[in-house]
Nanobody
Framework: QVPLVESGGGSVQAGDSLSLSCTTSDRSGIYDMGWYRQAPGKEREVVAIISWTGDRIIYADSVKGRFTISRDNTKRAVTLQMNRLKVEDTAKYHC????????WGQGTQVTVSS
């Protein structure tokens, strides 16, 4: 496992944008990274995953066209740009590193109000 530090959550209005960032101090590992989210009373779900080289990206259908995941391996960072936010995007967002075993960040809250 590797240390993950998330930032960028907050409270916004529907239609606004937020950017989440996740960084790790690990300088040697090669692994996919991504973002998951969990809303109250719901199971954790994948939001987006990006491969080490960035050539493979997966998005949840619910965020396609609105969210963009990217990574900068020189900074050991992965970013989730969230545009046109909806109330249903409200959740705690967790960074994930596909280490073995996988590593989860503690999460950052995103709250979208109408």
């Amino acid at each position: 496992q590797v240390p993950l530090v998330e930032s960028g959550g907050g409270s916004v209005q529907a239609g606004d944008s937020l950017s989440l960032s996740c960084t790790t101090s690990d300088r040697s590992g090669i692994y996919d990274m991504g973002w998951y989210r969990q809303a109250p009373g719901k199971e954790r779900e994948v939001v987006a995953i990006i491969s080490w080289t960035g050539d493979r990206i997966i998005y949840a259908d619910s965020v396609k066209g609105r969210f963009t995941i990217s990574r900068d391996n020189t900074k050991r960072a992965v970013t989730l740009q969230m545009n046109r936010l909806k109330v249903e995007d409200t959740a705690k967002y967790h960074c994930y590193a596909d280490t073995q075993p996988g590593t989860w960040g503690q999460g950052t809250q995103v709250t979208v109000s109408s």
